[in-house]
């Protein structure tokens, strides 16, 4: 199963308790739209969308449709905007110079509560989804115009505002979590059915909402309970395949969102790792974490598995121990769900005791995001999980990373690279293979 496979197989509809109010049926007009005829309601005639439609979001009789249908990214070769042509006879009414997109939002009625989620976006959670400056613009300004024409990805910058507000507003936390339940099942049903076909067109809307999906995963509350991997809820067995879904989308999208408006959200080279220098703590700490990989009572590829995972955590310690200052910190954390095999993933879903202890380390990193508040606490629930499955005597090898969360410890300083930082490892640490060999595009830029 490929990632972006288990990625869609995670993505199930969230449970909300918000329901819509239904109004009796007035009797159809009979210059109504189609849509309303079948629905056997009352059409306001208002143009260039009836309110009906624009209210549930579905294409107008009254609209006027040059577009056609958008080739897929893979094959064959991407056609520009510019390349399409109006479709002969399907105008009734006046033509309207802007291209009507058929999942674009029209602004019919106005939704007061959904102008205060987008208030609440562009004012105050973009700047909440990363620590690169240069990001903050793209999130506020042009991820917002991309949902305009894009009705799924609109309604994921609802559900990630609503999430936000839930966080700000504690007695008002179910409210905007129902909300943003809502908001988050409609755009999960487009995403689902249309992300294997990326389009040129729509590529960069998808990109952007795969990164809401994740901070999205992460923002929800998390479900009581002693379980590593749940059915239900945002756990790991869910957080890990969006994540590396989403660099897997990216991959697919590379030749068109990596020189498009988006670009910005990229971090370039972020997999590549030159200096490997670590505090002693972790240092030492991921050469005994080998050792125990070695020893392993498995067979050569779950071994093979469990140390390319550790050797892709040195890594990823590295990028943040020795990160510059204009590097993001939140795509420096996220490069180890990407680069772990999928075996790992696999010896992970069997609570296999060695897979657990590495991931228990995995939530150091975790820890270092816990200021952004979709982050907040998560490394410290993930370890208290992990606890909960493992028995002695392997509970022993999760006191170095339990003890450093428990005491709030960011042991891996965000500081710019610098002739004075830390220790560099020593030859034996060198011996395991620990420099980076990986190529790929950029990973995303702050969720």
Not at 263 to 282: C, E, K, S, W
């Amino acid at each position: 199963m490929s990632d972006l496979d288990s990625m869609l197989g995670n993505l199930q509809p969230v449970t909300h308790v918000l329901r819509s109010n239904k109004f009796p049926s007035d009797v159809a007009s009979r210059n109504g739209c189609g849509q309303c005829k079948k629905r056997r309601i009352k059409c306001d005639e208002v143009r260039p969308a009836c309110s009906n439609c624009v209210k549930h979001s579905i294409t107008c009789d009254f609209q006027t449709s040059n577009s056609q249908a958008q080739s897929p990214l893979h094959p064959p070769k991407l056609r520009s905007h510019g390349s399409d042509t109006k479709s002969p006879g399907s105008a009734r009414s006046k033509t309207i110079p802007r291209p009507v997109i058929s999942n674009s939002l029209q602004l019919g009625e106005l939704q007061m509560g959904d102008l205060e989620l987008l208030h609440q976006f562009a004012t105050e959670t973009c700047y909440t989804t990363s620590n690169k400056k240069d990001s903050h613009d793209l999130w506020r300004v042009t991820v917002c115009k991309e949902g305009l024409n894009n009705d799924f990805l609109m309604r994921g910058i609802l559900a990630i505002a609503a999430l936000h507000l839930s966080h700000l507003r504690p007695d008002q936390a179910h409210q905007y979590q129902n909300i943003a339940a809502s908001h988050q099942d409609k755009a999960l049903s487009v995403f689902r059915v249309n992300v294997p076909n990326v389009t040129e067109s729509n590529c960069h809307a998808f990109f952007a909402l795969s990164s809401l999906i994740v901070v999205y995963g992460f923002a929800s509350p998390r479900k009581p309970g002693t379980a590593v991997f749940t059915d239900e809820g945002q756990d790991s067995e869910d957080w890990l395949p969006l994540i590396r879904g989403v660099n897997s989308i990216l991959q697919q999208a590379w030749p068109v969102v990596g020189g498009g408006p988006l670009r910005g959200l990229l971090q370039p080279g972020v997999f590549n790792t030159t200096d490997t220098r670590l505090p002693r703590a972790a240092d030492l700490q991921l050469k005994s974490l080998i050792d125990l990989c070695q020893s392993a009572d498995a067979g050569d590829e779950a071994i093979d598995a469990y140390i390319e995972a550790v050797k892709a955590l040195r890594k990823c310690y590295a990028k943040i121990f020795t990160r510059s200052s204009v590097e993001c910190e939140v795509g420096t954390a996220f490069t180890w769900p990407v680069e772990v095999p999928n075996k790992f993933i696999e010896l992970l879903r069997a609570r296999a005791p060695h897979a657990l202890i590495i991931l228990a380390h995995y939530c150091v990193v975790l820890h270092h995001l816990n200021d952004y508040w979709w982050m907040n606490g998560w490394g410290a629930h993930l370890i208290e999980n992990i606890y909960n499955e493992l028995q002695d005597p392997w509970r022993d090898w999760i006191q170095w990373p339990s003890e450093t969360i428990s005491r709030n410890e960011k042991c891996l300083v965000w500081r710019p690279l610098s002739p004075e930082l830390g220790p560099t490892p020593t030859p034996g640490a060198m011996s395991n293979g620990m420099a980076s060999t990986s190529t790929g595009p950029p990973s995303l830029n702050g969720g």
